[in-house]
C-alpha cells in the first residue's frame, strides 16, 4: 500500500472510566429501569415457614443449616444468617422464604430454598416476619 500521505502517530486514546463513574464533558449515560413487571415478581413462590431446626455449618463462619416447615413439607435451607442470630433463637420463628428456586449446593449441603432478610449496616441480615403469625405454606403477595 502506498500512499502520499506521510504516517502520522495514533493519538493516545484516554482510559475507560469505572462503571458509573462520569466523564467531564461526556454526556451522562442514561440508567436501565430496574423495576420488574408484576409478571416477574408473580414467578417467585414466597411462603411462610416455620424454623423447626437450626443448626450452624461446619467450617462455616456464615452458613447456618435450617430445616423448616412449610405446612405439606419440610425442606432443608442454607442460609447466610450465622453472624447475627444463634441456631436456638431461630427455632420456632415464622419466616418468608422463596420455595420455586432450583436448589443450589453450599458446603455440601442441597439448599431447597431462601430464606428472605434484609441487609442491615454492616452487612449483617434481618430476617423479614410477620406480625401476626399466618398459617404455615401461606402465599405471601
Known amino acids: ?30 440508567p436501565e429501569d430496574p423495576r420488574v413487571g408484576i409478571e416477574d415478581f408473580l414467578k417467585l413462590d414466597i411462603r411462610a415457614a416455620r424454623i423447626v431446626a437450626a443448626e450452624r455449618v461446619p467450617k462455616s463462619r456464615k452458613l447456618m443449616k435450617l430445616e423448616v416447615d412449610l405446612g405439606t413439607e419440610r425442606r432443608t435451607l442454607v442460609a447466610g444468617i450465622a453472624e447475627a442470630y444463634e441456631p436456638d433463637g431461630l427455632v420456632g420463628r415464622v419466616v418468608a422464604i422463596i420455595v420455586n428456586l432450583k436448589p443450589a449446593t453450599l458446603m455440601g449441603i442441597e439448599s431447597n430454598g431462601m430464606i428472605l432478610a434484609a441487609s442491615a449496616p454492616g452487612g449483617l441480615p434481618i430476617l423479614i416476619g410477620f406480625d401476626k403469625e399466618p398459617p404455615l405454606g401461606a402465599r405471601v403477595k
Open 1 to 30: 500500500m502506498s500512499s502520499d500521505q506521510p504516517l502520522r502517530p495514533l493519538e493516545p486514546t484516554a482510559p475507560e472510566p469505572p462503571p458509573g463513574e462520569v466523564v467531564p464533558g461526556t454526556p451522562a449515560a442514561v
